[in-house]
Structures are given as C-alpha cells and as structure tokens.
C-alpha cells in the first residue's frame, strides 16, 4: 500500500484520538481500543515505512495513548521514605569525601581562631564585634553569660533564627559553583567565628558551661553549615573535576547530588532553629544531665544518618554506588553557518554554541585577557587610591569607570582606555577563532596565526562600538541601544570574512545596517537576560543613599562578600576599603569575561546570516544537491507533507 492511502486510510481514526486525548472526559474502553489500533498501525509503518515521518508520527502517537492509560498516580508516603531511606544516604556516601574535608577544613580554622584569641585578646572583638564582647562581659558578670538567648517572644526567634541559618546554609552551598572557593569562604567566616566565641569563654573559666548552652542547638546548627559547604564543595568540584563527562554535564550531576544533600539538611536546620529558641533561651532552667543527653543525642543523630547509615547502605546496594547517571543535555549536533538564521534561532544557537565550545575562547580570556585586565586594574587602583578608600553611589559603575579609565581625569586613563579596546577586541578575536576551528582541536599555534592576521582589523572596527560605550554615560545606555547597531557587526565582520581589508570594512557598515533590526532586537534580549540575572549578584537597587560608609538599604550578594573581605582585613590589618573593593571589580571582570562572548556570539551569527543573504554560498551548494534527496531520509520536508496530508 502506498504511504498516502495508508494515511488516507487512518486518519479518521488518528483525529479522533487527537480530539478524545485534548477532551476532560476520556473514555477508558475507547482509549484502549485505539490503543490497539494504532499499535496495529505503528507495526505496519515500522515493516513498511520505518524511514518515514508517518511512522514517528504513529510513535508519538502510541506514546500518547500509553500515558493517558497508564496516569502516574501521585508519590506516596512510601516513596518518600524511601528517599530518606536510600537515595540520599547513597549520595551522602558518594560525597562522603568532600564532606570529610570540609568538616576537617572547619577545624583547622576552629582552632586557628582559639589559638589567634589566646595570643591577642582583642582578636575576639575584631571577628565577633566589640560591642557583642561588651555585651557579654556584662552578661557574665551578671551570672548570666548566655542572656543573649533570652528573648520575649519564643516564635519570632524561631523564625527570624531559622530563616537567618537556612539562608546561610543555602550561601554556602550554592556559592559552591564557583570552583568550591564561595563554599570555603563561607565555611571559613563562621568556623573562625565559633573558635574564637569558643575559646573566649574558656579565657574567663566557663568553657563548659558555655558549651552546654551552645552546643545544644549548635550541634545540629553547626554540623548542617559544615555538611553545607561539604555540599557546595560536591557541586563546585563538578566544574573543577568533569571525569568522563563534559563540564556541563558533570556539573548538572554534581549539582543535582550536591542539592539533595543540602534538602536533608533542611529538617536539621529547623530543628536547631527550635532548640535555640526553646530550649537553649532556657537553659539555666535545665539540669546538667538533660544538657548533655541532648548534645550527645544530636551528634549521635548527625554522626548515625551522614557517617554510619550510608555506609551501611552503600555495602546493601554496592550496584547503585558506582551506578552511571545519564544526564539530558542540549544536542551537540554541529552549526551550519550558511543558512539564514531567524531570532529564535539565533538565540538558541548563540547559548548552544556557548556551551559546546567554552572550554576553546575561555581558555583564550583566562590565559591572555584576565592577566592583561588585572595588570591594568593595579595601575588604576594605584592611581585612583582616594575612589578605592570609600562606597559609592552605583558601585558597579564606579568600579568600572576606575578599572577602564572612563573618567579621562588624567592621560593614564587615557592610555588604558585605549588598551582596554585593545582587550574587547581580543574577546571578538577568540570567538572569531572559535568559529573558524569550529571542528578542530584548539592549539595555542594556530590561534596566533589567527591573532596576527585578524587582530588589527578587529581592533580598528570595534573602535566606533568601544568609544562610543566609553564617552556616553551609563544612563544615556537606553538610547544608546538604538544608535549601537548602525556599527555593530563591524568588528566581526572583520574577524571572520576572508577578503580585502578595504572590502571587510566596506561590508562591515553595509551588514550592520541591513540587520539594524535583528541586532537591535538581540542586543535589547541580551541585554534584559542578563540585567535580570546580574540582579542577585549586583541589584540595581544596591546603592548608598545619604552617608556613603553605611550599608545600602537593599544588599545584593556582593555587598555581603565585600562585608566578608572588610571583616577579614579588620582581622589581619588590612586596608578594608581597597581590598573589598578590589574583590568587587574581580567579579566584575569575571562576570565580563563568562558574560561578554555571549553577546559577541549572537554577534557573528548576525554577521554570518547577512554574509549569505550577500553571497548566497549556502543557497549555492542546497542547488549542487537539487535532485538527491534521499527518499527515506525524514526530514522538515516530510513532516510538513504528512501534517497537511492530515487536514485535508
């Protein structure tokens, strides 16, 4: 039977499952009849059809019928016990490394915080807060030195405790994803803390008693900040350690492994939420022995579920320890740079193509541009030490106008205005190289052959773009994204076109005003994504209003990393003000160098969709293959022919 009198044929039958599969009301006796069918119809397109769009279509279809019959029906208790009671004791036991280290790496800085308290005496005051050690003198001279846990209303100190350490918990795993150093930095902030707290109530005689009132709620509060960093250190060391997968997918695992350690902690942190409001808040109440069971109990709970219990099931399920995971990832089919792309399309090969070739222009930006751009920056922050001692109104605007020289106070500004188009330039070059060795291995060799061909081009085409960002001020960038594309793509279009420099240029204008609308539109999408997914890092609303030394009414995770660096500075006499502000602009320039080849990327596909409406190369050789189409090859072709087949 030929393929349309087969589809002819059925597709009554194949309508009236579309329409009973969207209705509210399905019959069961129905399904299941044109269940049988359809399997009957799916067979017959398998022996006759099998390279045919009809038989993925009677696929699809079959797969439809079976989930309708088959309705998964909700998670029950069971399930969820099972969860506790194997899959995340298993990938505790996968991590059972990383967490060994973090707990080890929280008592080397425990005790480097006891034993800095024991030779200085005001060590405690700079990591704890001089007003806090005042405090606490006068609590323990009152008889009562952990008054501190004395409050008016039991219920908002649970609360307002338990947000505070679920959101501290969750900073130190999640900032895990930057190569493990978020985590560590978090772990270390409070393991010194608890040292010196520690040890500063042993030096007045009541290291005992303060242990029976902190530990209390302490022994789940503490062990779930250091299984915490144990877990961002799982996450982060997917991007450090890929293994046998890519670093996308190891880090997809990682994360997902690393994240069902920190929800079982969740139970933990709320618990030591209620232990500090209820019962540490009454200690003096509680008898010694009562104390001490409770502490022991906690430990012996945490030692028993994250140490004993998952090596009791690792050793039952020995299969599912070294079991493989799959992970779904976008395809990794290659790019066909003669075609013409829509928006749509240029947008979901721009983050496609990010991802399959980071590791070729990030080595490029980590080995040649960060190097380049902290040099400049220590030069700059030399020069402009009175800007590094303060806050300012829009931090990431002063920090950039101070790294880059946007200001022109001086004729170093200048020069490293200068240089930094230089650096922009060599971001395009390395995604311009990229493109070119789309299918070969990356070798430092043939990449400066490409850099002293490309470079000066590149260089001379991005220098409208550059300067134009330079001299006008952040809030005319609005009206700016209307006048950037008139010259957008001309620094690609040199990078990538094999021709005349004279013709390079000529075609550079000519491309970037043909796309003025594409490139307005992608630079307009680029520019809201990731504006939007800045704001935790660097909140728009993160400003400081009025006295520039206070804190800015909304915090954004980088004013708390810069309170981390001030404190740590206070602690070991450094300068608070530059140091703090030197770490911002090293997340600024990362952010540069991890964000920029975005826009760069959307950039050359840009260029290369108005390359073949100009030269039409793609068109061209879609002419050499006129004729020899694969009959049994399914392609766009045959779907469109199979769905219109349908509606007649």
């Keep these: 039977m030929k393929e349309t009198k087969f589809i002819e044929q059925n597709k009554e039958k194949w309508h009236r499952f579309e329409q009973l599969s969207e209705s509210q009301s399905k019959d069961p006796e129905e399904l299941s009849s044109l269940y049988m069918d359809i399997t009957d119809d799916l067979s017959y397109a398998q022996t006759f059809y099998n390279r045919r769009t009809v038989r993925v279509y009677l696929n699809q279809l079959a797969q439809r019928v079976y989930t309708s019959l088959h309705i998964q029906k909700g998670e029950s208790f069971k399930k ?142 503490i062990s779930a900040l250091v299984l915490a960093a144990g877990a961002g250190i799982t996450m982060g060391n997917g991007w450090l350690f890929p293994k046998n997968y890519s670093r996308l997918q190891s880090l997809q695992l990682s994360a997902k492994r690393g994240l069902k350690i920190m929800l ?102 980590i080995f040649m541009v960060f190097p380049l751009i902290l040099i400049l920056t220590y030069f700059q922050n030399d020069l402009h030490k009175d800007l590094m001692a303060t806050n300012h109104y829009f931090d ?5 106008e101070i790294m880059m020289g946007f200001g022109y106070e001086t004729s170093q500004d200048t020069l490293i205005n200068f240089c930094w188009a230089f650096i922009i330039s060599l971001l395009f ?120 030394l206070e804190d800015p009414p909304i915090r954004d995770l980088l004013d708390m990393l810069a309170d981390f660096v001030k404190s740590t500075c206070d602690t070991f006499g450094f300068d608070r003000w530059f140091w703090s502000n030197y770490v911002r602009q090293i997340v600024y320039i990362l952010f540069i160098l991890c964000v920029l080849p975005l826009w760069i990327i959307s950039m050359h596909f840009l260029a290369y969709n108005e390359h073949e409406k100009e030269s039409a190369s793609g068109l061209k050789n879609e002419f050499k293959k006129f004729g020899k189409r694969s009959r049994v090859k399914e392609n766009d072709v045959d779907y469109e022919e199979i769905n219109s087949l349908l509606k007649v």
């Design 396 to 400: 990431w605007s002063k920090q950039l």
């Design 429 to 548: 070059i390395a995604i311009s190289y990229t493109f070119s060795a789309i299918n070969q291995v990356f070798t430092w060799k043939s990449f400066f052959s490409f850099f002293a061909k490309r470079i000066f081009l590149v260089f001379v085409g991005n220098l409208f773009l550059f300067y134009t960002i330079s001299y006008i001020p952040w809030y005319w960038y609005f009206i700016l994204l209307f006048a950037l594309p008139i010259f957008y793509l001309n620094g690609t279009v040199a990078g990538i076109l094999n021709d005349t420099n004279g013709n390079k240029f000529s075609l550079g204008w000519k491309y970037s005003l043909r796309s003025y609308g594409n490139s307005l539109l992608t630079l307009m999408i680029f520019t809201s994504i990731f504006a939007l997914f800045l704001q935790p890092i660097a909140f728009v609303g993160s400003i400081h209003d009025g006295n520039l």
């Design 80 to 221: 969820v016990f099972t969860v506790w009671k194997v899959s995340l004791p298993l990938e505790i036991y996968r991590a059972r490394k990383n967490l060994l280290f973090a707990f080890i790496v929280f008592a080397i800085w425990a005790a480097i915080g006891a034993i800095s308290t024991h030779y200085d005496p005001d060590f405690t005051a700079n990591v704890i807060g001089a007003d806090y050690v005042k405090m606490t003198e006068e609590n323990i001279a009152k008889g009562n030195p952990l008054k501190v846990y004395e409050t008016d209303s039991n219920l908002g100190m649970f609360i307002d405790i338990t947000t505070n350490n679920l959101r501290v918990a969750f900073y130190t795993f999640i900032f895990g994803i930057f190569f493990t150093i978020g985590s560590h930095i978090f772990l270390f902030q409070n393991s010194i803390m608890i040292g010196t707290f520690q040890y500063y109530f042993a030096t007045k005689g009541l290291l005992i008693t303060s242990f029976l009132g902190i530990w209390i709620h302490g022994a789940f509060e």
């Design 264 to 365: 079982s902690l969740v139970p933990f942190i709320i618990l030591a939420g209620f232990l500090e409001s209820y019962v540490t808040a009454n200690y003096l109440e509680l008898a010694e022995w009562t104390k001490w069971t409770l502490i022991l109990l906690s430990f012996a709970i945490i030692l028993f579920y994250y140490v004993i219990y998952p090596t009791i099931v690792a050793r039952k399920y020995p299969e599912l320890v070294t079991e493989e995971e799959t992970v779904n990832v976008f395809p990794n089919s290659g790019f066909n740079l003669e075609k013409i792309r829509t928006i749509g399309q240029i947008l979901s090969d721009t983050f496609r193509f990010y991802r399959l070739h980071f590791s070729k222009f990030f080595r490029i930006n």
